[in-house]
């Protein structure tokens, strides 16, 4: 419905610029609204790779975008994120590949589902949405670093697909230990909330006050809400709450939705519109193209913030050693 309404409701149309010499990696990136961040940023020029877990949906993501974009340069790379070791390996591996790192869009995810458990003993979601990319992010750091400091180059963005559903998040939430994490009490859209709450409180207080403000790195860090769009994810609402209500939920989502191409404008605004860098919005979330999002309280804790970091720390050093994780500082 939402799509339909979009002339008078919004969101607003939004299509990058030329990106061309410019590289993007986008997690997620052949299904759904990574689909179609992918699909834009190639079709602007830019150099796409996409990680999924299954090789058929990157196999069928290229054909589409190549079909539409004969020209586009486009890579598929699979990585559950689940796994930390494969994070480790599959995005070290890209750092040492690719020369440059312009854009990172960190866009997999699991939606409000039922509880259970990753690879490495870590609720899924909570292990999915925000550990495997925390990992992913530390590995890709350098070149990110590396690219902002090359002559002309504007300034390398990451950006996060978190939610207004961060406001699920378990109001006694304090990021204290694995045991809190895995607390198979919580329902799905707290397990959900969490984690949206984790990515805006990571980005602000982690990423952007740990490493880019304190090593004055010309990086740009971000989230953004994209609203309620019409993806297969939807379908997770009958696995989360079987019966009546799981179904339900999916027919409101659905009727009230947005298209998917829709639901890509706020990351594609914030991944390169000027007016983040004219604004100075670096930590910043947004719940449309040009609309500052009001997290909450809870998400405007730096000392919850600090917790989230330091446990995000602590878990995969747990789990891979100390080796885990690279520097973080210049």
Same mark, same amino acid.
């Given at each position: 419905?939402?799509?339909?309404?979009?002339?008078?409701?919004?969101?607003?149309?939004?299509?990058?610029?030329?990106?061309?010499?410019?590289?993007?990696?986008?997690?997620?990136?052949?299904?759904?609204?990574?689909?179609?961040?992918?699909?834009?940023?190639?079709?602007?020029?830019?150099?796409?790779?996409?990680?999924?877990?299954?090789?058929?949906?990157?196999?069928?993501?290229?054909?589409?975008?190549?079909?539409?974009?004969?020209?586009?340069?486009?890579?598929?790379?699979?990585?559950?994120?689940?796994?930390?070791?494969?994070?480790?390996?599959?995005?070290?591996?890209?750092?040492?590949?690719?020369?440059?790192?312009?854009?990172?869009?960190?866009?997999?995810?699991?939606?409000?589902?039922?509880? @259970?458990?990753?690879?490495?003993?870590?609720?899924?979601?909570?292990?999915?949405?925000?550990?495997?990319?925390?990992?992913?992010?530390?590995?890709?750091?350098?070149?990110?670093?590396?690219?902002?400091?090359?002559?002309?180059?504007?300034?390398?963005?990451?950006?996060?697909?978190?939610?207004?559903?961060?406001?699920?998040?378990?109001?006694?939430?304090?990021?204290?230990?694995?045991?809190?994490?895995?607390?198979?009490?919580?329902?799905?859209?707290?397990?959900?909330?969490?984690?949206?709450?984790?990515?805006?409180?990571?980005?602000?207080?982690?990423?952007?006050?740990?490493?880019?403000?304190?090593?004055?790195?010309?990086?740009?860090?971000?989230?953004?809400?994209?609203?309620?769009?019409?993806?297969?994810?939807?379908?997770?609402?009958?696995?989360?709450?079987? @019966?009546?209500?799981?179904?339900?939920?999916?027919?409101?989502?659905?009727?009230?939705?947005?298209?998917?191409?829709?639901?890509?404008?706020?990351?594609?605004?914030?991944?390169?519109?000027?007016?983040?860098?004219?604004?100075?919005?670096?930590?910043?979330?947004?719940?449309?193209?040009?609309?500052?999002?009001?997290?909450?309280?809870?998400?405007?804790?730096?000392?919850?913030?600090?917790?989230?970091?330091?446990?995000?720390?602590?878990?995969?050093?747990?789990?891979?050693?100390?080796?885990?994780?690279?520097?973080?500082?210049?």
């Amino acid at each position: 419905m939402q799509s339909v309404l979009a002339p008078l409701v919004g969101p607003k149309v939004c299509v990058p610029p030329s990106l061309s010499g410019r590289v993007a990696i986008v997690t997620g990136g052949a299904l759904g609204i990574g689909y179609e961040v992918s699909r834009a940023f190639a079709k602007a020029g830019a150099k796409v790779i996409m990680v999924n877990r299954k090789e058929e949906q990157g196999d069928e993501a290229i054909a589409k975008i190549k079909k539409e974009t004969p020209e586009a340069k486009i890579e598929w790379v699979g990585c559950d994120l689940g796994t930390l070791s494969e994070v480790k390996e599959v995005f070290s591996g890209l750092a040492k590949k690719e020369e440059r790192l312009d854009l990172l869009i960190l866009s997999a995810g699991i939606n409000s589902n039922q509880y @259970g458990l990753d690879n490495d003993g870590i609720d899924r979601h909570f292990g999915v949405n925000w550990l495997g990319h925390f990992l992913a992010i530390n590995q890709l750091y350098p070149l990110l670093r590396k690219t902002s400091r090359s002559p002309g180059a504007p300034a390398p963005r990451i950006v996060f697909e978190a939610s207004e559903m961060h406001r699920f998040c378990p109001s006694n939430m304090h990021f204290g230990s694995l045991e809190e994490i895995n607390n198979d009490q919580l329902t799905p859209i707290e397990l959900y909330g969490r984690t949206k709450a984790a990515m805006i409180l990571g980005s602000k207080y982690g990423i952007f006050e740990k490493v880019i403000k304190k090593n004055k790195d010309n990086v740009y860090t971000l989230t953004v809400h994209p609203g309620a769009v019409n993806t297969d994810m939807q379908a997770q609402w009958k696995d989360a709450y079987p @019966g009546l209500t799981g179904k339900v939920a999916e027919a409101f989502a659905l009727f009230t939705g947005r298209d998917v191409e829709q639901g890509s404008y706020s990351a594609i605004y914030a991944a390169t519109s000027e007016d983040i860098i004219k604004n100075n919005w670096n930590g910043s979330y947004f719940t449309d193209p040009e609309t500052l999002g009001k997290e909450t309280a809870q998400c405007s804790d730096p000392a919850l913030g600090a917790a989230l970091w330091e446990l995000s720390t602590r878990l995969v050093e747990e789990k891979l050693g100390k080796e885990g994780l690279i520097s973080w500082d210049a």
